[in-house]
Structures are given as structure tokens and as C-alpha cells.
């Protein structure tokens, strides 16, 4: 069985920073790509950051030189450092890893998600 942990969320003032981490344990046996989506109230949910193995990153335009995703291949754990946070940034992100498993090829796993809240 696969998992996705996250940790991190919560509440932060208007530009203020939070870290999310996002580790995935179980029966692995590569991890090509892991990801931050993120669905705000009434929106739909919508990818903000991506890495591949590799450590190439890939950003929507909304996150761009304000978020940092990171991962570390020895803990398959995905980080995502947010800065000038806004109160558009208010939503339930999720992580996501596109990995093989020992009984899967390549499928997408998902975290169950964490609420951040960007309010003075």
C-alpha cells in the first residue's frame, strides 16, 4: 500500500511564508514527477508546481518567483516553500506523486490534502 502524508497548512497572514511537506511511503519503486495542486472554494483544483526526478520544475504563472517546490529523492518527499502569500493563495492543497509501484505501473497517488489560509 502506498501513502502520501502532508504536513504543514494552516493559517498565515497576507505576506507571510509556510512550508508544506509531502512524504510517500510504501512499496515504491520509482518516482518520476511530484506535484502541488491546489483547489480554492468554488474553483476547480488546478496544478501550481511540479518536479521530476531530475529536478526539473514547472510553475503556474499565478506561483511564479513567490513558490519554491523541492524534493528529496532519499526520503520521496516532495517540499513546497511559499512566500508573499496572498489571500487568493486560500485553498486545500494536495499532493500529488505520478510513481510505479510493486504492483502498479506509472499511476498518479494523491495526499489527502491541507487547508491553507491566508487571512489577517
Known amino acids: 500500500q502506498v501513502q502520501l502524508v502532508e504536513s504543514g497548512g494552516g493559517l498565515v497572514q497576507p505576506g507571510g511564508s509556510m512550508r508544506l511537506s509531502c512524504a510517500a511511503s510504501?512499496?515504491?519503486?520509482?518516482?518520476?514527477?511530484m506535484g502541488w495542486y491546489r483547489r480554492a472554494p468554488g474553483k476547480q483544483r488546478e496544478l501550481i508546481a511540479a518536479i521530476t526526478i531530475n529536478g526539473t520544475t514547472n510553475y503556474a504563472d499565478s506561483v511564479k518567483g513567490r513558490f519554491t517546490i523541492s524534493r528529496d529523492n532519499t526520503k520521496n518527499t516532495v517540499y513546497l516553500e511559499m512566500n508573499s502569500l496572498k489571500p487568493e493563495d486560500t485553498a486545500v492543497y494536495y499532493c500529488?506523486?505520478?510513481?510505479?509501484?510493486?504492483?502498479?505501473?506509472?499511476?498518479?497517488?494523491w495526499g489527502q490534502g491541507t487547508q491553507v489560509t491566508v487571512s489577517s
Open positions: 500529488n506523486a505520478h510513481m510505479a509501484t510493486i504492483t502498479t505501473m506509472m499511476d498518479d497517488y
Open positions: 510504501g512499496s515504491i519503486l520509482s518516482i518520476y514527477a
